[in-house]
């Protein structure tokens, strides 16, 4: 008996053991002050988002407050650096790194479970990783991606071989398949798809390699095999006329495109794969803030709204307001969002750092002399880097 009564005991402590640790520890409570520039047509949704918050934690209540989007930064930083300011900002993701240099918002990595981070897109989660912190969750994604029409290119090109076939193919008429971007915005993501990247985690240039020379030889292939274009509005006019079956774009033309030529005649695909990889395209978030000024029970209630705000239901409420999910899992009744969700899955984060401003005119001076003059693509990319490593050394210095 004393044999039975012990072993119980045991099991009750184990299970009292798992059950603290299945905790999320004491339910928020009090305000949350909330700023953000939303839309007019987005706010119906953030409300319902708050409601639903609401009934779970009916102990916190809000303080919702508009600002205009060329406003909201600046009025946030002043608020913060002066002990005010929301409990939560809602904002652009190139914020971000500076308002965290600042001590003006959380690193909320400590706050965020494992299994919790691993159910945001990883693109989109690199965006709100700096220094080693996480400085925000992104509520929202958008970003560059490969749209077909299914009329001029029935199936998708699954490898690069495959689309550079398409690629190289004849036009019918004036109908071609492919009409290919290699503006750096729009192909600068292929690098680190193919197993290359642009840049070190601090910045420094990574692209002068082997990899680099790879991918700058693949962009001259687009232009000289088929129908090219280097930062330019053809591709997306010859799209929408029905006269070319692939082009790469931004997700934010989506609409656009599906009025042109029928949402039933569109696809955007996954990036096709190669022998490295697989091709990709650089994801944009918008993201969600906690204060730095947000401790204790604000620093618990704000943490439990974005913990909130991404998970299924808060991510498929958003969906009405035409944002695209930053988790797997959710169901999009959309069919072009869902894609968007897939090709999402292969995309790269857009570097939201400073150093970032170091390397726009140095890799357009760079492609355009590779691409249009034939220029030696390993001696091109060494310039570019020396280039933007003097560029980066007066960034640093004025910080």
Same mark, same amino acid.
Request: glycine share 10%.
């Given at each position: 008996m004393f044999?039975?009564?012990?072993?119980?005991l045991?099991?009750?402590?184990?299970?009292?053991?798992?059950?603290?640790?299945c905790?999320?520890?004491?339910?928020?409570?009090?305000?949350?002050?909330?700023w953000?520039?939303?839309?007019?047509?987005?706010i119906?949704?953030?409300?319902?988002?708050?409601?639903?918050?609401?009934?779970?934690?009916?102990?916190?209540?809000?303080?919702?407050?508009?600002?205009?989007?060329?406003?909201?930064?600046g009025?946030?930083?002043?608020a913060?650096?002066?002990?005010?300011?929301?409990?939560?900002?809602i904002?652009?993701?190139?914020w971000?790194?500076?308002?965290?240099?600042?001590?003006?918002?959380?690193?909320v990595?400590?706050?965020?479970?494992?299994?919790? %981070? &691993?159910?945001?897109? =990883? #693109?989109a989660?690199g965006? *709100?990783?700096?220094? @080693?912190?996480l400085? /925000?969750?992104?509520?929202t994604?958008k970003g560059?991606?490969?749209?077909?029409?299914?009329q001029?290119?029935?199936?998708?090109p699954?490898?690069?071989?495959?689309l %550079? &076939?398409?690629?190289? =193919? #004849?036009p019918?008429?004036d *109908?071609?398949?492919? @009409?290919?971007?290699? /503006?750096?915005?729009?192909?600068?993501?292929?690098l680190?798809?193919?197993?290359?990247?642009?840049?070190?985690?601090?910045?420094?240039?990574a692209?002068?390699?082997?990899?680099?020379?790879?991918? =700058?030889?693949?962009?001259?292939?687009?232009?000289?095999?088929?129908?090219?274009?280097?930062?330019?509005?053809?591709?997306?006019?010859?799209?929408?006329?029905?006269?070319?079956?692939?082009?790469?774009?931004g997700?934010?033309?989506?609409?656009?495109?599906?009025?042109?030529?029928g =949402?039933?005649?569109l696809?955007?695909?996954p990036?096709p794969?190669?022998?490295?990889?697989h091709?990709?395209?650089?994801?944009?978030?918008?993201?969600?803030?906690?204060?730095?000024?947000?401790?204790?029970?604000?620093?618990?209630a704000?943490?439990?709204?974005?913990?909130?705000?991404?998970?299924?239901?808060?991510?498929?409420?958003?969906v009405?307001?035409?944002?695209?999910p930053?988790?797997?899992?959710?169901?999009?009744?959309?069919?072009?969002?869902e894609q968007?969700?897939?090709?999402?899955?292969?995309?790269t984060?857009f570097?939201?750092?400073?150093?970032m401003?170091?390397?726009?005119?140095?890799?357009?001076?760079?492609?355009?002399s590779?691409l249009n003059?034939?220029a030696?693509?390993?001696a091109?990319l060494?310039?570019?880097?020396?280039?933007?490593?003097?560029k980066?050394?007066?960034?640093r210095?004025g910080?």
């Amino acid at each position: 008996m004393f044999k039975k009564l012990g072993a119980l005991l045991v099991a009750l402590l184990v299970l009292s053991v798992a059950l603290a640790a299945c905790s999320s520890g004491p339910a928020p409570t009090g305000n949350i002050t909330l700023w953000h520039s939303w839309k007019e047509s987005e706010i119906p949704a953030l409300n319902e988002v708050i409601a639903a918050f609401q009934a779970k934690y009916p102990e916190v209540t809000f303080d919702v407050l508009y600002v205009p989007f060329d406003d909201l930064r600046g009025k946030y930083e002043t608020a913060v650096a002066t002990g005010g300011g929301p409990t939560v900002l809602i904002g652009a993701a190139d914020w971000g790194p500076a308002l965290y240099d600042a001590e003006l918002i959380a690193d909320v990595s400590d706050l965020a479970k494992s299994g919790f %981070l &691993k159910t945001i897109n =990883a #693109a989109a989660l690199g965006a *709100v990783q700096y220094k @080693d912190a996480l400085i /925000g969750l992104p509520q929202t994604i958008k970003g560059v991606v490969m749209f077909r029409n299914k009329q001029i290119v029935p199936t998708a090109p699954a490898t690069l071989d495959d689309l %550079l &076939k398409l690629h190289s =193919a #004849a036009p019918k008429g004036d *109908v071609y398949n492919t @009409d290919l971007e290699a /503006g750096f915005f729009f192909s600068a993501a292929h690098l680190n798809g193919i197993g290359g990247k642009l840049m070190e985690a601090n910045g420094d240039p990574a692209f002068s390699s082997a990899k680099g020379v790879e991918w =700058a030889q693949m962009l001259a292939t687009f232009g000289k095999t088929g129908l090219g274009e280097y930062y330019t509005d053809n591709d997306v006019n010859l799209f929408k006329a029905g006269k070319a079956g692939i082009i790469i774009d931004g997700s934010w033309n989506m609409t656009g495109l599906a009025e042109a030529i029928g =949402a039933a005649n569109l696809a955007i695909d996954p990036w096709p794969t190669t022998s490295g990889g697989h091709l990709s395209g650089y994801v944009q978030t918008e993201n969600i803030y906690l204060s730095a000024n947000a401790l204790d029970a604000a620093e618990t209630a704000g943490w439990a709204f974005m913990e909130f705000f991404l998970g299924k239901d808060a991510q498929t409420t958003l969906v009405k307001a035409g944002h695209i999910p930053a988790i797997a899992g959710v169901e999009v009744a959309d069919p072009l969002m869902e894609q968007t969700v897939k090709a999402f899955e292969r995309g790269t984060a857009f570097p939201v750092i400073p150093e970032m401003g170091a390397y726009w005119e140095s890799m357009d001076n760079a492609l355009k002399s590779i691409l249009n003059e034939g220029a030696d693509p390993a001696a091109t990319l060494k310039t570019a880097s020396d280039n933007i490593t003097a560029k980066i050394k007066e960034i640093r210095a004025g910080q």
